[in-house]
Nanobody, 128 residues
Framework: QVQLVESGGGSVQAGGSLRLSCEASGNTINRNCMAWFRQSPDKREGVAAL?????????FYADSVKGRFTISLDNTKNTVYLQMDSLKPEDTAMYYC????????????????????WGQGTRVNVSS
């Protein structure tokens, strides 16, 4: 089993920054690909992903967040971070951490159904 606990959400004005954290525990084999998804009333979107087994070197981003968001990994703390800069009102959503055993690819951000482990979510609200 894998447990994922997100933190770091909150309210911020447009142009501001937030850093989300996802602390993972449990079977490491089942949490190779770590990703962030977000859910708004309109849609669910994959935001960013990386693979633990390559130390998080390979990273994948949605076009909507490229250049603004950065995903990173601290294996010593079993934690994945999502640094969000230059936030926009359209970034407002519930953000979820997710994990799966298989390697992430660019297509992983479009395949939320493939992730077997999810956190409870953390709310991000960006005001204009």
């Amino acid at each position: 089993q894998v447990q994922l606990v997100e933190s770091g959400g909150g309210s911020v004005q447009a142009g501001g920054s937030l850093r989300l954290s996802c602390e993972a525990s449990g079977n490491t084999i089942n949490r190779n690909c770590m990703a962030w998804f977000r859910q708004s009333p309109d849609k669910r979107e994959g935001v960013a992903a990386l693979n633990r087994r390559d130390g998080g070197l390979g990273k994948f981003y949605a076009d909507s967040v490229k250049g603004r968001f950065t995903i990173s990994l601290d294996n010593t703390k079993n934690t994945v971070y999502l640094q969000m800069d230059s936030l926009k009102p359209e970034d407002t959503a519930m953000y979820y951490c997710a994990a799966k055993r298989d390697w992430c690819t660019g297509r992983s951000l479009s395949a939320a159904w493939d992730f077997g482990y999810w956190g409870q979510g953390t709310r991000v609200n960006v005001s204009s």
